[in-house]
């Protein structure tokens, strides 16, 4: 029997910062399943920085979403009606079609998860895009040694606060990492077991990272572009590595922002800088699940969410995370 789906829509294209008035909250009626497809009531949507992105009509590795159209992102929710012998209603599972409550899903694109060991959520957070992300990061595009001093900017969120306890996990000496307000700082420090971290809004990142790592680092994870990828260039040791993850800070630029004025730097160091995106990495991820599941079964690995509840609420949610207002993996609860 046909149901009603509450729906979050792109209204309008964002020029700058996206506000409340770009998205437009809509009911559609959804259709029972055909062959291959199962609906799914999602409990769990995923709020992500890449999606100020999608919001652009600009070409990226990600189509546009379209105006008038719900956005997408990654969800987590039942079954609740089967067109697939795969899937029966009741189980748990792991698709792309969030910002809804109901979602009609290709089976082929739905992923059964096992939440007996960690919270169902998880799976969109540390066992999910964001820890991938992190672990990829620094086993393929920017490789952690043994003894390295590792570097990451927004340590407190879902994908900076994985990267720098899996590279304690994967032999680094050192993890220093960038977050905004004491708060913050703290937890990376106190909670996440960070060996230091510096406050951007407190001053100049350069000056505060000589502080902390006064003999250079040898790996940065980018997560903010700007300010921190210039220091992170400047504090490079011989051979060191940069991997480009995200660019929040340039994501509402309305002109070019300059670039790092001192790539010179690179030929001195012999440095590398290498963009990633996780879907390059899927082979990653069964030595992923092993590691960092078995991570987080002995303590070894810690993670915090902010929730935010109900789909009305996740225009809102976006909002604050662009703002740098969570702490952890972002995430709107929609349901039981």
Known sequence: MPQISR???????????????????????LPDPAAGQVVVRNRWISVDPYMRGRMSEAASYAAPYEVGKAMLGGAVGEVVASGDERFAPGDVVLHGLGWRDLALVPADHAVAIDA????????????????????????????????DVVFVSAAAGAVGSAVGQIARQLGASRVIGSAGGPEKVRHVVE??????????????????????????????????GGEHLEAAIGALRLHGRIAICGMISQYNATEPPPGPRNLI??????????????????HLRAPFVRDVGGWLADGRLRYRETVVEGLDAAPQAFLDLLDGRNVGKMLVRIGE
């Open 265 to 282: 730097r690179l030929i001195q160091t012999r440095g590398t800088i290498r963009g990633m995106l996780v879907s390059d990495h899927d």
């Open 116 to 147: 007996s060991r960690v919270p169902e959520q998880a799976y969109l957070g540390i066992l999910g895009m964001p820890g991938l992300t992190a672990y990829a990061g620094l086993v393929e595009v920017a490789p952690v040694r043994e003894g």
């Open 7 to 29: 729906e979050i829509r792109l209204a309008a294209r964002p020029h700058g910062a996206p506000t409340l008035d770009d998205f437009a909250l809509a009911e559609v009626e």
């Open 191 to 224: 909670d996440l077991g960070f060996d230091g971290a510096l406050d951007y809004r407190r001053g100049k990142v350069r000056r505060q990272l000589r502080e902390l790592a006064p003999d250079g680092i040898d790996v940065y994870f980018d997560n903010v």
